[in-house]
Every structure is written in C-alpha cells, then in structure tokens.
C-alpha cells in the first residue's frame, strides 16, 4: 500500500516544469470545452432566425482561471502530501476525535429534541428539521440495503411512494386513522420489496442497480396513469392529518389545545409532526442497530463481504437479500406514510428519480454502514442545501463542488469506519480498506 | 478399503461444455479419518470438491453422504447452501475467503448463523433481547472462543479478519468451516503458501479435528503434510482416478510418479530402479 503512494509522490515533486504541463494540459482542455460552451452564444433571434455572438474574453478568463487553479492545487497537493495515505494523526488529536466521536451522537440527539423548544416561533426551521429528519429516516432505511447488505438499490424512492399512496389511499377511502395505517403503509412497502428482490436475486452490480432504477420509474409511471385509484398526475388531496392519539390538533372543541385549556396556534401541529418524524427516525435507527447485533445482521454484513463464502457456511443468501430488501422498504414505506400525513396532499411529481439518488448520495457521502454518518450527511445535504439557497444560480455548483471536495478527502464517507457487532475484550474500529463495499 | 465410509462417490462425471473435467471418479472416505485428494496440477480435484460442497451441479454420478444416525444424504440432489445447512459439509477454499472487515469473533459467529437464526426465533425474539437467544449468544461466543484459543488467535479475537498474517487466515477459515459443527470437512489446499513451522502447525491442528470426530476430505499439494496425516489418498490425473491407498503405497506407485514427472509408467519406473 504506502509503496506506490511514495513513488506518486516523487513523481508529482518534480518541480516547475512538471507544474507547468499539468497546467498547460488542464487550459487546453478547459479552451476545448469553454470554446463552445462559453465562447460562443446562440440564441433564437427576433424573427426566430439564429443569431449568434461571441464572447472570447469570458473564454479568456475562464482558461486562465484554470492555468492559475490548476497550478494552485499543484502546490497545495505537494503541500499536503499524497492522498489515500495513512497519516500520523497526533495523540492528542486522535484523544479528542474518539472524545467528539463518543458524545456527538447523544449530544446532537439531545440538540434535535430541543430544537421545537428553542425554534418554536420559527416555522421554517422547524419545517427544515422536519424534512431533514425524514431524509435521516429514508437514508437509515437504505443503509440497511446499500450499507449493511451491499446492495445498490436505485428505486428507493418506490417504496417511499408506496407507503405514502398507501397511507393516503387507506385514510381517504376509509378514513382509517394514521395509526393503523402506519404499520401497513410499512408492510406493503415490505410486500413490494420482497417483489422487487424476488427477480434481482441472481444480479449483482451495475444490473441489479438498472432493474432497481427500473423499478423505482415503473412504480412511478403506474401512479400515473393508474387515473381511477391514484387520480393520476393529479395526485391525492385532503389527506387526513395526523392525531393526537385519536385526538385532533385543531381549533376545534374536541382538539388538543382545547382539552389541554391552552390557546390554540398552528405551530402544535408542526412541533408533534417533528416528534413524530424524530420517533419513527429513532425506532428505524434502533432497529437497525439491534438488527446488526442479530445473526440476520451479521448475514447480511457477511453477504456483503463474501457471498460465496455465506454458501458455503450453509447461509441462505435467497432469503438474507430478501429481508435486507423487505427491511429497508419497510423503513421507506413508514417514512412515505409520514411524508403524505405531514404534506396533506402527494402527487407522483414527489417520487422521481432524483430522490432516490438524493438518499443514496446520503447514505455513500456518510459511510456506507454508519448510522450517524447517514445522520450527518442528511444534514449536510438538506440542510447544506438550504444555506446554500442566498447563492441562487450557483447554489448546485458550490453543492457539487463540496461533494467532490469531501469525497477526495474522505472517499468512504464522513464516517467510513466499521464498528464490529460483537468482542471479547475491546471493540476496535475496523479500516474502512478492510471492509468491502458488496458486489451489488 | 472396508469399514464406516462417510462420502461415498460413485461413477462422478462433471462436463463444462465438450470439456470433461471429471470422467467416472469414484472415491470413498472413510468415517473419522482423513482421506487426502492429490494430483497434479488441473487434474480435476477442485472439480471434484466442488460437486461434493454443491458449488457445482455434477452432469452423472452419485454422491451419498450416510451421517452418525444412519441418514444417507444424496448431496447430487442438494444444492448450494443446503448441503452445508442440511447435510453438515464444511468447506475452505483454495484462495482464503474470510469476511476481511470483520472480525475473527464476528467470522466465527457468522459461521454458526443457522443455529442462531433458530434460537433468535428467526430475528423476533432475538429483537426484544428474549433470554433464549442471549443464552444461545453466549454459547455461540463460547464456541467461537473454544476455536480462536485452539487455533492460537485468542488476542486477535476483536481484530479485522483481512489484517491478519497469511497463516493466521488460513487457521481461521478452518475454524470458521468447524463452528458450523458439520460431519465433514473439505479442505482445499490448507497449507498452500504456508512456511514449514506454519504447516507442521497445522498438520497437528487437522490431526486433532479428526481425533475429535470429524472426518476430513483435504486436497493437498505439499506432499509432507499429505503423507504426515492422510489415513488414506487417493490420486487423480487428467479427471480420473489412477491410484488410491496408503501413504506408502501411494508413495511407492510407478503410475503416480508418472503422473507427477508428466513421463510414461516405463519410464518412470526405470527412475525408481536407479535410484533404489
């Protein structure tokens, strides 16, 4: 391992010619792709005819601010060192890392549950840490497909949608409350994940992550065009929102705040609904937890490692993938009965693809496997995502670029360490360069 | 050869396309003792390992596998991982396939998945922490404690599996194969890339399974070990049996030694006459 990485670094030590090419090098290739993208500018005219300028000077620019950054990088490249390298971190740093690391789960945990108490007159943080702990909730449900079982499933978002059409669907043509409908939004998305795993058994990789993708937009497309009971590109309204245990938060005489003797405000509803999300988001992440500790859990781990070994160990790799399936749609099909409660109304325009790639981009940037680097990522992402949103225009360009920083410095997620399930004597992390990433 | 046979492989064909692999290979192995597969290189022994562990679906022939109680098992019939849930055979594989980023405690307790998977209620009890399956937890964990002391990897316990030394994940895989409790064990080429302190190691480590009660199936290449232990060997060239025996017999077989020098008997036999 530290063999080629020294021999990288003499090479990229070379000095101020070796600089210069890889500069050179980027300008060019920067002038190749900008000439036409940048330089020159079409557009349809008054008449409708072509009309078209030129702008060399941007292009210009553009080239040298890559001449400079690629020099800049250079140096600090050889100024940090070579990257996928073991550093010797200092005693006293790696004492406080495993200090923050003991305390930041209980110690963000305790900050969420306060997070009503300190924002309660500000319903857009609130209605934030809403949408950021349902994206914790989709990203805990993945992980156990992706990150335990080393599956990539690229439909998720089917699940999500079949839990909140589920739950939509019960509560309006039966009006049957959400607590019942919970646990069956969760058992059909269950049902619909056995199915979807029933075919992909036999794929591994890149084929399984297309019949997933696949999956994802057939579920999608069904929705639509499926008029008589989704009302189709329409979508559900008037959901039923959610009740105090069988008792309305609403300004009626039967409601929360009236049988409390308190005044009635709207925010009661949007506090309980961050409770709500904040319990169904703990119960995926003690279950999952528990799961791992499990010898179901340990299978799926030990498939993601080795799946012919798991044969041979007399493991039933069928069924073990099916319950990571069934498993980790569950968790999507509670969160998708949350997320219809919370909007009052879905429409299949919720359930695209980006969605599901929004969660797996959580789940890969946090270390696959890790329940609070998930935790993390979905709030870097969510809620990065909302600071970012005064840039306007360049709001996705500074995302991505963030993405792709912390992917060169931390390429197996923010927190890419393995905590083993069981010890003798003393729990060790385990490298993330030991632990496999499964074969699909 | 007569007694308690365990693996008795009759008339065992495996064809890949127009290739024959194995062409009407019969063996038996004998009840608690170590029955060593040899041959040269490509003479079809993994094939063979791999139609007996279910890895490979056999295109002719049979294979009985007849337990303590007098079940006899037709592990043709089986397939994949049913023959190491259902007729107990426990295999390694040429090339170490351990879970790498587990630990050595973790790889042993997956290894017991089965029995785990029963005492957990199939996850329900094991999820509401029900005594039943913490009692077997424990036990599971003194059994895969029972094995890392055996195999010297105690205080490795709670490292990774991929960070151990060559030898130590070799030991290990066996262990692994034995938490399964199975009736045989396949070892496929357990001391490739093993120095001679290593080997001798584990030449005592697979005498003391056998003396335990579990009868070995093992393909070898270092001849030291395989005359060391082996009870009986049997020697295959080209996908068919050529000679079977004891150690000495097989040692002193003009027909082996061809097939190992890759000359004819006749000449092989001169060889022998000079030397002796």
């Known amino acids: 391992m530290t063999a080629p990485s020294t021999n990288t670094a003499k090479k990229t030590a070379t000095g101020i010619p070796a600089l210069l090419k890889t500069a050179l090098v980027n300008a060019v290739i920067a002038l190749v792709l900008f000439s036409l993208m940048v330089g020159i500018r079409t557009e349809a005219g008054s008449d409708g005819q072509l009309t078209y300028w030129t702008r060399f000077g941007e292009v210009a620019a553009l080239v040298a601010a890559v001449f400079g950054g690629s020099i800049v990088i250079e140096l600090l490249r050889q100024w940090i060192g070579p990257t996928g390298v073991e550093k010797l971190v200092p005693p006293v740093v790696q004492s406080g890392m495993s200090f923050v690391g003991r305390y930041l789960a209980p110690a963000l945990l305790f900050v969420t549950l306060l997070v009503p108490v300190i924002f309660y007159d500000q319903r857009y943080i609130l209605d934030l840490g809403i949408l950021v702990l349902t994206y914790v909730m989709l990203g805990w449900g993945l992980n156990v497909v992706v990150g335990l079982a080393g599956l990539l499933d690229l439909g998720y978002v089917a699940f999500y949608a079949v839990g909140a059409y589920s739950y939509a669907l019960l509560a309006t043509n039966f009006g049957w409350s959400f607590w019942v409908c919970l646990p069956l939004a969760g058992i059909l998305a269950a049902f619909w994940g056995v199915l979807l795993g029933f075919p992909v058994l036999r794929l591994r990789g890149d084929y399984l992550a297309i019949v997933t993708l696949a999956f994802g937009e057939i579920i999608r497309l069904v929705i639509i065009n499926w008029q008589e009971l989704t009302g189709g590109p329409n979508g559900v309204s008037s959901i039923p929102r959610p009740s105090f245990f069988g008792i309305p938060l609403d300004n009626s005489d039967n409601g929360l705040a009236a049988k409390l003797g308190i005044e009635y405000s709207p925010t009661h509803r949007i506090v309980f609904l961050f409770y709500l999300i904040l319990a169904l988001a703990l119960l995926t992440n003690w279950v999952t937890i528990r799961l791992r500790r499990l010898p179901i859990g340990r299978a799926w781990e030990a498939l993601r490692e080795d799946e012919v070994a798991c044969r041979a160990l007399g493991i039933n790799t069928t069924t073990t993938k099916l319950t990571a399936f069934a498993t980790g749609a569950m968790f999507g099909g509670f969160a998708g009965a949350f997320f219809a409660t919370r909007q009052g109304f879905i429409s299949p325009e919720s359930f695209t693809f980006q969605e599901s790639a929004l969660v797996l981009a959580i789940v890969v940037l946090g270390g696959m496997g890790s329940q609070l680097g998930v935790a993390l990522a979905a709030l870097a992402m969510i809620g990065g995502f909302e600071l970012f949103r005064s840039l306007e225009t360049y709001r996705m360009l500074v995302f991505g670029m963030a993405m792709v920083l912390i992917m060169i410095w931390r390429p197996r997620g923010l927190i890419g360490h393995r905590a083993p399930t069981v010890y003798l004597t003393k729990a060790q992390a385990i490298s993330s360069d030991l632990v496999k990433e499964g074969h699909g | ?276």
């Open chain 2, 1 to 276: 050869m007569s007694g308690d046979t365990i693996l008795s492989v009759d008339r065992l064909t495996m064809r890949f396309g127009g290739i024959v692999a194995v062409q009407d290979m019969s063996l038996s192995a004998e009840r608690k003792k170590i029955t060593a597969l040899i041959g040269p290189n490509g003479a079809g022994k993994t094939t063979v390992f791999n139609c007996i562990t279910g890895f490979y679906k056999p295109s002719g022939g049979t294979i009985r596998l007849s337990h303590d109680d007098g079940r006899t098992i037709a592990l043709e019939k089986l397939n994949d991982f049913r023959i190491a849930k259902q007729a107990k055979v426990a295999r390694t594989f040429q090339n170490i396939r351990l879970f790498p980023g587990m630990t050595a405690l973790e790889n042993l307790m997956v290894a017991q998945h089965n029995a785990l998977m029963r005492a957990s209620g199939f996850t329900f009890l094991g999820l509401v922490g029900a005594p039943v399956y913490r009692d077997a937890e424990k036990h599971a964990i003194g059994l895969a404690t029972d094995w890392l002391r055996r195999i010297n990897l105690l205080d490795r316990a709670d490292d990774a599996a991929g960070n151990l030394a060559y030898g130590d994940q070799r030991r290990l895989e066996i262990a692994r194969a034995m938490c399964t409790e199975p009736a045989l064990l396949c070892l496929d080429e357990p001391a490739a890339g093993l120095n001679a302190r290593e080997s001798a190691a584990l030449s005592e480590l697979l005498l003391s399974i056998r003396n335990d009660g579990t009868s070995i199936l093992l393909i070898e290449h270092d001849m030291s070990v395989v005359m060391e232990i082996s009870d009986h060997i049997v020697v295959m060239d080209h996908g068919v049996k050529i000679a079977e025996g004891s150690p000495r017999e097989v040692r002193d077989d003009p027909k082996v030694i061809a097939a190992y020098l890759g000359t004819d008997e006749e000449e092989a036999a001169a060889v022998m006459e000079s030397g002796s």
